[in-house]
């Protein structure tokens, strides 16, 4: 659709930063470690279980179209938070999946990951705010501005955070590795994609050779490079350059 539109990726905000491995290595936070070897699904299998994980119809797909109103695409607009859009969608998905869907506010995440500045970041930045601060209902915080920032919306976040995600790497195949991983154990990785400057929360794994990733992209549903807003993503372009995968969430209070 995008292509028969004439839409380019440069006519959207996106705002990714390529993150600096040097000055923040895979692990540099206590709470997202490295993934290790022993987390990883071994490759000789993942052909059969990404079948039997289609038959049962149980990925974050199948959640979106349970919870559709929840769920869909969200819209960063023109703000270059797409980092902060991505790593809140992923959250969601782990609430609904939980049994508490609701939307939250990416303008809040992204906002108490920088300090409430309109600029670009990387995945692991805003996971940092989602785990120190929380998040809050998209009701709470609707638009990308520091007055949401309440005594009341604080202790409100304190109630919804991540707790423990594993962290990628700057090698590209075992982001790779990391990625069909999450996919397969029922987890939603936040990918951070160099070649386009977009971060966004995983949706779907389509296939393993060739490999296809459905991303749920934050430029709204109208915006559909694949189906209802999801970003179709094909071979290395599908190979995230930065990779996080949240785990533990706070239990619902």
Same mark, same amino acid.
């Given at each position: 659709?995008?292509?028969?539109?004439?839409?380019?990726?440069?006519?959207?905000?996106?705002?990714?930063?390529?993150?600096?491995? +040097? =000055?923040?290595?895979?692990?540099?936070?206590? *709470?997202?470690?490295? /993934?290790?070897?022993?987390?990883? $699904? #071994?490759?000789?299998?993942?052909?059969?279980?990404?079948?039997?994980?289609?038959?049962?119809?149980?990925?974050?797909?199948?959640?979106?179209?349970?919870?559709?109103?929840?769920?869909?695409?969200?819209?960063?607009?023109?703000?270059?938070?797409?980092?902060?859009?991505?790593?809140?969608?992923?959250?969601?998905?782990?609430?609904?999946?939980?049994?508490?869907?609701?939307?939250?506010?990416?303008?809040?995440?992204?906002?108490?990951?920088?300090?409430? +500045? =309109?600029?670009?970041?990387?995945?692991?930045? *805003?996971?940092?705010? /989602?785990?120190?601060?929380?998040? $809050? #209902?998209?009701?709470?915080?609707?638009?990308?501005?520091?007055?949401?920032?309440?005594?009341?919306?604080?202790?409100?976040?304190?109630?919804?955070?991540?707790?423990?995600?594993?962290?990628?790497?700057?090698?590209?195949?075992?982001?790779?590795?990391?990625?069909?991983?999450?996919?397969?154990?029922?987890?939603v990785p936040v990918q951070d994609h160099n070649h386009i400057g977009h971060s966004m929360s995983g949706c779907r794994l389509v296939s393993i050779d060739p490999l296809i990733v459905d991303c749920?992209?934050s430029w709204d549903a109208i915006s559909d490079f694949g189906e209802k807003g999801l970003y179709r993503l094909k071979g290395r372009n599908a190979i995230p350059d930065g990779i996080t995968v949240?785990?533990?969430?706070?239990?619902?209070?």
């Open positions: 659709i995008a292509s028969e539109m004439g839409w380019q990726v440069s006519d959207f905000a996106t705002g990714l930063i390529v993150r600096d491995y +040097k =000055s923040f290595p895979s692990g540099y936070l206590a *709470s997202a470690p490295s /993934a290790p070897d022993s987390w990883l $699904v #071994p490759e000789v299998e993942w052909a059969e279980r990404l079948k039997e994980q289609q038959a049962l119809r149980e990925s974050a797909w199948d959640l979106r179209e349970k919870y559709y109103p929840i769920l869909k695409s969200l819209n960063q607009k023109t703000f270059p938070l797409c980092w902060g859009f991505s790593t809140t969608k992923v959250l969601m998905y782990l609430y609904a999946a939980a049994g508490d869907p609701q939307i939250f506010s990416p303008w809040w995440t992204a906002g108490v990951s920088n300090g409430w +500045k =309109s600029q670009g970041g990387w995945c692991t930045l *805003s996971l940092e705010g /989602a785990a120190k601060v929380g998040m $809050v #209902p998209m009701a709470s915080c609707p638009e990308f501005n520091s007055r949401n920032a309440t005594t009341e919306t604080m202790a409100l976040a304190a109630k919804r955070k991540c707790i423990e995600w594993w962290d990628g790497s700057e090698d590209r195949d075992r982001n790779r590795a990391i990625m069909i991983s999450a996919y397969l154990l029922g987890l749920d992209n949240p785990r533990v969430i706070q239990p619902a209070a």
